[in-house]
């Protein structure tokens, strides 16, 4: 007979050593910053990357410390206006096109802020280590929460910087994007009755729960992701000029933004360039295609005669595909799956409200935190996004 008291003791265990490597990760990930990286917001999309140090401490502090430590004192009765991101429960924030507005508190207010929650998580921790049982799922919400953060951390700074006219560095290592492009094959899957979502123990976000079946119609995906040279190939073939590839509103998008190539591609002196995370490099041919909207993805894939594959076609095909290296762009609408009930209160605000107008994208990518994801995992994010590490997988 399985101890349980035992099991719960190790699992709490794990959730306290699991605070402090995420917590100390997020520190790390702003560490190459200058002050004044900290502040900066170029588009709406982006939040300066001490919004982000902030909002995740205020996660634990508003969502474990305040109802569940009484004898916790909030830091700063103010922060709960500047750090709350969309909880419509939780009350009044700041809105999203303010955060770079927001001198202060200073980046130094805000490192004394995690500095102070942490502090009282660990008395959390120590004192309540016998109530923990209550609010396991908190903290793991929490912990993932900040998870997200941190990639979205990369992608944002990776934007700041990638707009600065002098294209800094914010490392000196490559990034680790190099996928094996040999053997890119397409297989093959049966018609039949599969079944998708969540299984089996550990975490996963509401939006993967609701295990069905769906029925599918015999299909190929291509076992590797697209790279910049095939890529490259559809820019040469006149692909942003032609309007017979794109969506309506993709074309609309075209248009508008004078789009010819994916985000970070300079020519320059009739030579392809990207900005990376290590500065300007010369495009490497055979590395993953990084950086591509819904609306591109969509064309290349018709350009190519072929589709992008469902979020069903690829989970069932994820054991048997490279993936990792980006994002990967499906044809599914983010909707929820049969029987998706939203939580009550704040959590209830995490997923299910955004289930509108998004399409769904599943794998990695090298800004996703170590042992994030999963094959179940459910991205999401809207059609005209390019910031975030993104890429194509073709089907038939």
């Known amino acids: 007979m399985m101890n349980t008291k035992h099991t719960i003791t190790d699992h709490i265990t794990d959730l306290e050593e699991q605070y402090w490597t995420i917590r100390n990760h997020s520190v790390h990930i702003c560490a190459p910053l200058a002050i004044e990286d ?24 508003t969502f474990l410390l305040i109802p569940y430590f009484p004898e916790y004192q909030v830091f700063d009765s103010q922060y709960n206006y500047v750090f709350n991101s969309y909880y419509e429960t939780v009350g009044a924030r700041v809105i999203r096109t303010d955060r770079g507005n927001l001198s202060r508190p200073s980046v130094d207010d805000i490192y004394k802020y995690r500095a102070y929650v942490d502090e009282q998580m660990q008395l959390f921790f120590e004192q309540k280590r016998h109530h923990l049982q209550e609010v396991l799922t908190l903290l793991e919400l929490g912990l993932n929460h900040e998870q997200q953060h941190q990639e979205l951390l990369i992608s944002d700074i990776k934007y700041i910087l990638g707009h600065n006219p002098l294209f800094p560095s914010y490392k000196s290592d490559p990034e680790p994007s190099k996928s094996e492009f040999v053997n890119n094959e397409m297989i093959t899957f049966s018609a039949g009755i599969y079944e998708i979502g969540f299984e089996g123990k550990g975490f996963c976000f509401d ?37 017979r590839h794109w969506h309506a509103e993709g074309w609309d998008w075209v248009k508008e933004n004078n789009a010819h190539a994916p985000l970070y591609w300079h020519k320059i002196d009739n030579q392809w360039m990207h900005y990376t995370l290590s500065g300007l490099r010369i495009l490497d041919p055979n590395e993953a295609l990084n950086h ?24 069932i095909a994820a054991d048997n595909i490279h993936w990792g290296d980006r994002w990967e762009w499906t044809g599914s609408a983010y ?3 049969p029987g998706f009930k939203k939580e009550a209160g704040a959590v209830g605000e995490y997923n299910g409200k955004f289930m509108v107008n998004q399409m769904v994208l599943r794998g990695a990518s090298e800004a996703t935190s170590k042992g994030h994801s999963r094959k179940t995992y459910r991205n999401f994010f809207h059609t005209q996004l390019q910031w975030q590490f993104t890429g194509i997988r073709l089907a038939r």
């Open 38 to 61: 900290y502040v900066v917001q170029p588009i709406v999309d982006v939040s300066p990357p001490k919004w982000h140090l902030g909002h995740t401490t205020w996660f634990f502090e």
């Open 207 to 243: 939006n993967e729960l609701g295990r069905h079946q769906v029925y599918l119609q015999e299909f190929e995906i291509a076992t590797q992701v697209v790279s910049n040279g095939e890529y490259l190939e559809f820019i040469e073939n006149g692909g942003y000029q032609d309007f």
């Open 292 to 315: 591509i909207n819904y609306f591109e993805a969509a064309a290349y894939a018709n350009w190519k005669g072929m589709r992008l594959p469902t979020e069903a076609e690829w989970e």
């Open 335 to 337: 909707l929820p799956y």
